[in-house]
């Protein structure tokens, strides 16, 4: 290699060092700037978020999202410097993202419903709520679906666009549930001393709470009967136990009617016991007299008394 090669190349290098070593530098430097701004961005999002007491799992998933946003335009930035032109990336981000998309439509439209309900709190985990036809207590709240276990331990996993987009029966929001269980007795039955044993059976309930709405009410004066209906408050979690014992021990409380019929009934049977045993009496007294009789006509006849003129 010549003197006038070496001298070329040296003149490229150092015009090279000169047009693009300046550049080099200032995207160096706008890139270490940038993340130690992007970290304290993070920071103050994650500070603000806390006090706002968003959800955890959204959080964590709003901070991930808008370090990567920060971090995708930092780059933008740092090549700008070279002149790479920031329209170019806006068309490939705006196309990737048209054609993700179209991709993953249903999963977007979960996506979104999850931030929505991470967001508002509709639900929390361990509320029991009915979703979409569906009963259970929340065992999993995540971006894209919510995990149920029915009363029967079944394990339901319910789409996020689907709850967002239906009803939602939220049964532990007011901190306890209402359990109302339905009570016939008949037309001729003291009402009063039927609610007095119902409404004992309710504060007897150890898992029953005092609450102003407990009570027992007249619901309905059906074909045949009166309907009653025995109203007990208690947690969520006690709700079906609670439920299962006052329909069994309301179905077991005494109708003051049906005693009374019984009562009848008894009575009935002795009375007329009692008058069997006197009908058989007089019939065995007049057994008795008429063999009696028959004994003294034999015997006058025996006698062959004569009885005066």
Same mark, same amino acid.
């Given at each position: 290699?010549?003197?006038?090669?070496?001298?070329?190349?040296?003149?490229?290098?150092?015009?090279?060092?000169?047009?693009?070593?300046?550049?080099?530098? @200032?995207?160096?430097?706008?890139?270490?700037?940038?993340?130690?701004?992007?970290?304290?961005? +993070?920071?103050?999002?994650?500070?603000?978020?806390?006090?706002?007491?968003?959800?955890?799992?959204?959080?964590?998933?709003?901070? @991930?999202?808008?370090?990567?946003?920060?971090?995708?335009?930092?780059? $933008? $930035?740092?090549?700008?410097?070279?002149?790479?032109?920031?329209?170019?990336? =806006?068309?490939?981000?705006?196309?990737?993202?048209?054609?993700?998309?179209?991709?993953?439509?249903?999963?977007?439209?979960?996506?979104?419903?999850?931030?929505?309900?991470?967001?508002?709190?509709?639900?929390?985990?361990?509320?029991?709520? *009915?979703?979409?036809?569906?009963?259970?207590?929340?065992?999993?709240?995540?971006?894209?679906?919510?995990? =149920?276990?029915?009363?029967?331990?079944?394990?339901?996993?319910?789409?996020?666009?689907?709850?967002?987009?239906?009803?939602?029966?939220?049964?532990?929001?007011?901190?306890?549930?209402?359990?109302?269980?339905?009570?016939? %007795?008949?037309?001729?039955?003291?009402?009063?001393?039927?609610?007095?044993?119902?409404?004992?059976? %309710? *504060?007897?309930?150890?898992?029953?709470?005092?609450?102003?709405?407990?009570?027992?009410?007249?619901?309905?004066?059906?074909?045949?009967?009166?309907?009653?209906?025995?109203?007990?408050? *208690?947690?969520?979690?006690?709700?079906?136990?609670?439920?299962? +014992?006052? *329909?069994?021990?309301?179905?077991?409380?005494?109708?003051?009617?049906?005693?009374?019929?019984?009562?009848?009934? %008894?009575?009935?049977?002795?009375?007329?016991?009692?008058? =069997?045993?006197? #009908?058989?009496?007089?019939?065995?007294?007049?057994?008795?007299?008429?063999?009696?009789?028959?004994?003294?006509?034999?015997? #006058? @006849?025996?006698?062959?008394?004569?009885?005066?003129?």
């Amino acid at each position: 290699m010549n003197t006038e090669t070496l001298s070329l190349r040296l003149e490229k290098a150092l015009h090279f060092a000169k047009i693009y070593g300046v550049k080099i530098l @200032s995207a160096i430097a706008i890139f270490w700037i940038g993340l130690k701004l992007i970290g304290y961005i +993070d920071r103050l999002i994650d500070t603000a978020l806390k006090k706002a007491k968003i959800d955890e799992s959204l959080r964590k998933f709003l901070e @991930s999202l808008s370090s990567a946003f920060l971090k995708i335009a930092l780059v $933008v $930035v740092t090549l700008g410097v070279f002149g790479v032109e920031p329209n170019s990336f =806006l068309a490939i981000f705006g196309a990737a993202g048209l054609a993700v998309g179209l991709a993953l439509q249903g999963s977007l439209a979960n996506f979104a419903s999850g931030v929505m309900i991470l967001f508002f709190k509709p639900y929390k985990i361990g509320d029991f709520v *009915t979703i979409n036809g569906n009963k259970g207590t929340v065992k999993q709240i995540a971006i894209f679906d919510t995990t =149920l276990i029915t009363p029967d331990h079944k394990t339901v996993i319910i789409p996020n666009s689907l709850i967002t987009s239906n009803n939602i029966i939220n049964g532990s929001r007011q901190g306890n549930t209402r359990v109302d269980v339905s009570v016939g %007795i008949s037309y001729d039955a003291d009402i009063k001393k039927a609610k007095e044993v119902l409404t004992k059976i %309710i *504060t007897d309930h150890p898992l029953a709470l005092s609450h102003n709405g407990s009570g027992v009410f007249v619901s309905e004066l059906a074909d045949s009967s009166v309907n009653l209906i025995v109203r007990a408050y *208690t947690k969520p979690p006690h709700y079906r136990t609670v439920f299962f +014992d006052l *329909t069994e021990q309301t179905k077991n409380f005494p109708d003051t009617w049906e005693v009374f019929l019984m009562m009848c009934i %008894i009575v009935s049977l002795l009375y007329a016991a009692v008058q =069997l045993l006197i #009908l058989a009496l007089w019939e065995y007294i007049f057994r008795e007299c008429w063999r009696m009789s028959d004994h003294w006509r034999e015997y #006058l @006849s025996s006698q062959q008394v004569q009885l005066p003129a």
